[in-house]
């Protein structure tokens, strides 16, 4: 059940009270015009008032019609006929109440607030009273997104702490590690990493760097390559457009690094900033907010939505299908905070993304091809001990759903390492070191993407260099002795490095 019940008022281009009769009328024709649809009250417009150039109107519904779609209408059909007849327009609008109850799938387990309404709960009824809203505002559909988030809420409520989607797909036997170091600390004390200079950020030395370059010949050659992917390279700065676009603005944003613009590229306008520089050798953040634009971008957090942004609006040949392409070049940047941990959980990573976008069986077929390859690589050139689940894609996670119901047509796969540093095989928690996911049409509808004939679907796979590199060398040591004979082929010997004193 929905209520909704609205006190507006018309602001007139001048005073109607000669017109009160006129106007009664009009009240009653619009409750039985475009309020009705046969038999059915869409809205009504319970009460009205006149006083001098001010029409005040309280209109219900139950749903059908919102009132504020109701009113846009009622001003139009005014404008019409006072306009024509008597010369009188409507020069505004304001909404004086707004209150709108619904009905919840579930008792709120606490209170739920948003912007623009108060909202107050009693049992599995919401009830949202908006004041001093703009006409603008009503027309941009706001309010139904509003009921949504409140609903949204209250269904996470229900999610928070709950363990998230974990369904076991396959499992590699288990095989004997060499060590049960972490990596990460072993390779510091080499002196093949270094961490900085700003936070979860690295320096690879030549050492490192040979591994994480290994992982991605090995990625490129064993399973891109023969599967028909093409490289493309993207921008690495992605405008909130596209975040928008694909809902990692709403789901990520405190996840994001950044990106601002000088305000003015005029060394002039610098003048002051830069005389401060050269004066106390420090840099005056203070001073430097200033000469610089709000963000409208952020650095690459995954590479799939610059991707969907080159095919935006475009219709892509049926020979064309599917279409395969990677990037390696954007670098991921996310500010992990407190999950930071060695190279494995960083806020600057390399990751290569292919991307694919094609007919439903073209993807099913494609992802099967795909697990063929990686199990491959897994199996047969880092002889890991992993497995492969399903779990709950990002843009579910955010929406407080646990699993994607029903087939597993689309969803997201994990691929999971034991690492021996953590602890037990069977108890410690093991590390995603990559995922591949088929999305269904969310994106291709969200970019306005489309074939010839063909529906499309799409799908990515993020390849974390620094993952694949942690899980390999947590099972498999530093010491290139114990590397299996196919990885050694894609890395024959470790480059000497620098000796520091
Ligand atoms: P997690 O749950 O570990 O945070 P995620 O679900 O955020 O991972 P995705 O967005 O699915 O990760 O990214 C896909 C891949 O990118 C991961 O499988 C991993 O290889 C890599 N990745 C993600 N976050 C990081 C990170 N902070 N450091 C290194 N690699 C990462
Ligand atoms: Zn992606
Ligand atoms: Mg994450």
Redesign the pocket.
């Given at each position: 059940m929905m209520q909704f019940t609205l006190q507006a008022c018309f602001t007139l281009s001048c005073d109607v009270t000669s017109l009160t009769r006129d106007i009664d009328r009009f009240v009653t024709t619009t409750n039985e015009t475009i309020l009705r649809k046969g038999p059915e009250k869409l809205a009504v417009i319970e009460q009205h008032s006149l006083e001098k150039e001010t029409l005040r109107l309280s209109i219900t519904s139950t749903g059908t019609l919102r009132p504020h779609n109701a009113l846009l209408q009622i001003k139009n059909a005014f404008s019409k006929e006072f306009g024509k007849t008597h010369r009188v327009g409507v020069r505004s609008i304001t909404i004086e109440t707004y209150t709108i109850s619904f009905d919840l799938q579930r008792k709120p387990l606490k209170d739920v607030s948003i912007p623009f309404a108060d909202v107050k709960m009693q049992e599995t009824q919401a009830t949202m009273v908006l004041s001093d809203v703009s006409e603008e505002f009503l027309r941009r559909n706001y309010i139904d997104r509003m009921i949504n988030r409140v609903r949204e809420k209250v269904e996470n409520q229900y999610y928070e702490g709950k363990a998230e989607f974990w369904k076991l797909i396959w499992e590699s036997e288990e095989r004997k590690p060499v060590w049960a170091k972490d990596p990460t600390e072993e390779m510091e004390k080499q002196g093949w990493l270094k961490q900085g200079p700003t936070k979860g950020k690295w320096f690879y030395y030549p050492q490192a760097t040979a591994i994480l370059k290994a992982m991605e010949r090995i990625a490129i050659k064993e399973v891109l390559q023969p599967l028909g992917f093409q490289e493309v390279i993207e921008s690495h700065v992605k405008p909130f457009d596209v975040w928008l676009k694909t809902g990692h603005m709403e789901g990520m944003p405190y996840e994001f690094y950044y990106v601002c613009e000088p305000r003015t590229r005029d060394a002039k306008d610098w003048e002051h900033f830069i005389d401060l520089t050269k004066i106390t050798k420090e840099v005056d953040v203070g001073e430097l907010q200033k000469n610089l634009s709000p963000p409208a971008a952020g650095l690459c957090y995954?590479q799939c939505p610059m991707i969907y942004w080159s095919f935006k609006g475009k219709t892509i040949a049926e020979a064309s299908l599917p279409v395969l392409v990677y990037d390696k070049t954007a670098i991921?940047s996310?500010y992990?905070s407190g999950g930071r941990h060695g190279i494995?959980?960083?806020?600057e990573?390399h990751?290569i993304e292919p991307v694919y976008i094609g007919t439903r069986e073209q993807l099913l077929k494609l992802r099967e091809q795909m697990l063929e390859r990686y199990k491959h690589v897994f199996n047969d050139v880092f002889e890991l001990d992993w497995r492969m689940a399903w779990v709950t894609p990002?843009y579910m996670q955010q929406a407080g759903k646990i699993c994607d119901e029903g087939t597993q047509d689309t969803g997201t796969i994990d691929f999971e390492a034991y690492m021996p540093y953590r602890g037990s095989r069977k108890d410690s928690e093991w590390l995603?070191?990559?995922?591949l996911s088929i999305l269904g049409d969310k994106y291709i509808t969200a970019f306005n993407i489309k074939a010839q004939k063909s529906d499309l679907w799409s799908g990515c796979s993020?390849?974390?260099l620094?993952?694949w590199t942690t899980a390999f060398l947590a099972q498999k040591g530093l010491d290139p002795k114990h590397w299996p004979d196919a990885f050694q082929k894609y890395l024959e010997k470790l480059p000497e490095g620098i000796e520091f004193l």
């Open positions: 995954a991921s996310r992990e494995e959980r960083v806020d990573f990751r990002w995603e070191f990559q995922n993020g390849i974390g620094q993952r």
